[in-house]
């Protein structure tokens, strides 16, 4: 079965419609790509969700996630048996980013990376495939061929939540990395709060702990230190656009 995905942008002011940039797939195989182009603003916030259960198995639904040609500063992600295409993380979560990549480098299991980048890893066991906004994973995982990786790879995973992705963030994700990845850091942006998860299991993750932003959270083995967390709050964001968003595409 074709899997359509569509893309929803913000024009200028005085613009006579909001575009579209469409991606068709058939099959696995790019069969069309038609585009309208205008004078884009901003992306709109909230992630579009593709419904691919009859596109197959969870390796074909992976091979058309890593077949799309997002655009620049959209990420595709496969939660709940459908392709969720999301905005990357906003330029006012970079601090926070930055501050938490340098903290956890030092600590970080031999051979491991920490890194930003988006890169898609795969949890077949869970049929999932997140690109989480920091990552910790062994280097090996990055020599295979291909556009994602292993999510066995990971030692730890962390997400910064926005109003309309932290129900995956807490839920779906919280799941996958569960049972699979030995440490996840939630960064609750909005309640301005911390929280790790910890000892992965068939059953999800047995242990967690929460704090403040300002105070100090402890990061479990394999990491084993004191994460500072002063300078981690943000100003709130606006919710600004979302209910022009839920009129759906033109």
């Given at each position: 079965m074709p899997v359509t995905v569509s893309y929803l942008v913000r024009v200028e002011q005085g613009a006579s419609r909001v575009p579209r940039l469409t991606r068709h797939y058939g099959g696995g195989i790019d069969t069309t790509?038609?585009?309208?182009?205008?004078v884009v603003t901003t992306m709109i916030e909230r992630p579009a969700a593709i419904d691919a259960s009859g596109s197959g198995a969870f390796e074909d639904m992976l091979r058309t996630v890593e077949e799309l040609d997002t655009p620049d500063g959209y990420k595709a992600e496969l939660i709940r048996g459908k392709i969720v295409v999301s905005?990357?993380?906003?330029?006012?979560?970079?601090r926070v980013m930055k501050s938490l990549r340098q903290q956890l480098e030092p600590h970080a299991p031999e051979g491991h990376d920490v890194d930003v980048a988006p890169f898609l890893f795969s949890m077949p066991g869970a049929e999932r495939a997140f690109g989480p906004d920091?990552?910790?994973?062994?280097?090996?995982?990055f020599d295979a061929e291909g556009r994602h990786a292993d999510g066995a790879a990971l030692s730890l995973v962390a997400e910064l939540t926005s109003v309309s992705t932290k129900d995956a963030d807490w839920l779906d994700k919280l799941d996958a990395y569960g049972r699979v990845v030995p440490v996840y850091i939630v960064l609750d942006m909005q309640v301005q709060e911390i929280?790790?998860?910890?000892d992965p299991s068939p059953k999800?993750?047995?242990s967690r702990t929460t704090v403040p932003f300002g105070r100090a959270l402890h990061v479990p083995a394999p990491f084993d230190f004191e994460l500072d967390t002063s300078g981690f709050?943000?100003?709130?964001?606006?919710?600004?656009?979302e209910s022009e968003e839920d009129s759906g595409p033109a």
């Open positions: 790509c038609t585009q309208r182009r205008t905005p990357w993380s906003k330029l006012r979560y970079k920091l990552h910790v994973a062994d280097e090996a995982a929280t790790a998860f910890w999800g993750y047995r709050a943000v100003p709130p964001e606006s919710a600004e656009g």
